[in-house]
């Protein structure tokens, strides 16, 4: 594929330069991402909106695809942003914002006379709405979230699947000679940080997952089987680390054979059991709280009055019951990432629990603390 070039990075520069790498990293993961490189993404003939790019098709001549860009992030559709209430910004937006602030505060801690009360607690005011603003951006990056803005971001471009097909076909017919319409692709270009999860793979030893990587939901597999029904071809996949945006893995699926696509580029559905213990249990946005400067300058936060954070029991329960869909994964020799507080446990109890639980039933808690004599305790 060849890139159009242009004096200046606008938005539509930027997303030409994502695709491009992700083509290009496509390209080297495996013998299938090459192939299918060569054979669907030729030069760039448009480059608008509604799709977002036209291309040529080098496999078939005279013919045109659709590429439609979108991003995705963990923090979700939750931001708000009053100037612009319907556009939500997303988490690269709000971490620019954080970053240019805190930028800004320490400039201005190069200047002030910290022997003036005024210019001090102004700092330290702007020190704690950074502090908050942190804490509450990591507290909303997960999964889940990601997931959720996903399929909202994803169904929304669907809707227009038939007016991207009638652009790019209208766009055909006045080339010459005249190119037909080849299908669509989407390209998702998805930020992740999935590092704080662990990855447990059959006959490997648990790991890490890496900043920037990827692991397959079955989420994103019916997203995908989904897409088919809208006429999408190709779903093509990039994966980059949230705070230096690094592109790291690209991935390529064919809706007509997710499977073939899946297992020529080696990879396995990743199932998700997760106990997220620092969110709210009432499901309301975490970390919406104040901040009290004390007179020693220290900072004092607050939960807002109204989240509850779970009771212990409620805790243990819901990372047992996450426990023991693990423990089912590991006894179907299933791919499976989890938080830490169910590794933890897994790392434990987990030999124990899938040597004496009862072959081909589901455990379940009740059953988890008789097998461990935690009901005596």
């Known amino acids: 594929m060849t890139q159009q070039r242009s004096g200046s990075l606008g938005k539509k520069d930027v997303e030409q330069n ?11 993961s495996s013998a299938y991402g090459h192939a299918m490189v060569d054979r669907i993404f030729g030069p760039i003939v448009a480059a608008e909106e509604s799709p977002d790019f036209i291309l040529e098709m080098p496999s078939r001549p ?21 100037r612009r209430p319907n556009k939500k910004p997303t988490y690269q937006s709000e971490l620019k914002r954080i970053k240019s602030s805190q930028d800004t505060l320490q400039q201005e801690g190069k200047h002030i ?28 990056s997960d999964t889940s979230s990601q997931i959720q803005d996903l399929e909202f971001t994803l169904k929304h471009h669907l809707q227009k699947a038939d007016s991207y097909r009638k652009t790019v076909t209208e766009y055909g017919r006045g080339m ?18 999935y590092s704080y999860l662990t990855i447990n793979k059959p006959g490997k030893p648990p790991r890490k997952c890496r900043q920037g990587e990827l692991p397959v939901f079955p989420e994103v597999v019916q997203m995908i089987r989904e897409s088919a029904e809208s006429h999408v071809r190709w779903i093509l996949i990039s994966a980059s680390t ?55 300058k220290s900072i004092h ?38 938080s830490p507080a169910v590794q933890l ?21 009740g059953v988890m603390d008789r097998l461990l004599r935690l009901d005596k305790r």
């Not at 994502?18 to 080297?28: C, G, S, T, V």
């Not at 010459?176 to 940080?193: S, W």
Request: proline share 4%; charged share 25%; hydrophobic share 30%.
């Open 18 to 28: 994502h695709f491009q790498q992700a083509l290009n990293l496509l390209d080297r």
């Open 62 to 82: 005279n013919t045109l695809i659709g590429v439609e860009h979108l991003h995705t992030d963990p923090s979700g559709h939750l931001y708000t942003n009053p």
């Open 113 to 140: 006379d910290w022997n003036d009360e005024k210019q001090e607690s102004r700092v330290v005011k702007k020190l704690s709405e950074l502090l908050t603003d942190d804490a509450r951006m990591l507290s909303e």
């Open 176 to 193: 010459t000679p005249k190119h037909e319409y080849g299908g669509l692709a989407v390209y998702i270009d998805m930020q992740c940080d």
């Open 242 to 296: 949230m705070i230096t945006d690094e592109m790291t893995s690209a991935l390529l699926f064919d809706t007509t054979d997710i499977e073939t696509s899946m297992r020529q580029q080696e990879l396995e559905v990743c199932l998700r059991f997760t106990c997220q213990t620092h969110k709210p249990f009432d499901d309301q946005r975490p970390f919406v709280h104040t901040h009290d400067i004390n007179d020693d």
């Open 301 to 338: 936060f607050t939960l807002n009055k109204q989240q509850r954070a779970g009771t212990k029991r409620q805790l243990q329960r819901l990372a047992k019951e996450e426990v023991c869909k693990a423990i089912g994964a590991l006894e179907h020799n299933q791919t499976f990432v989890t």
């Open 345 to 365: 446990m897994l790392n434990i109890y987990g030999d124990y629990l899938l040597k004496y639980k009862q072959p081909g039933v589901p455990l379940n808690p």
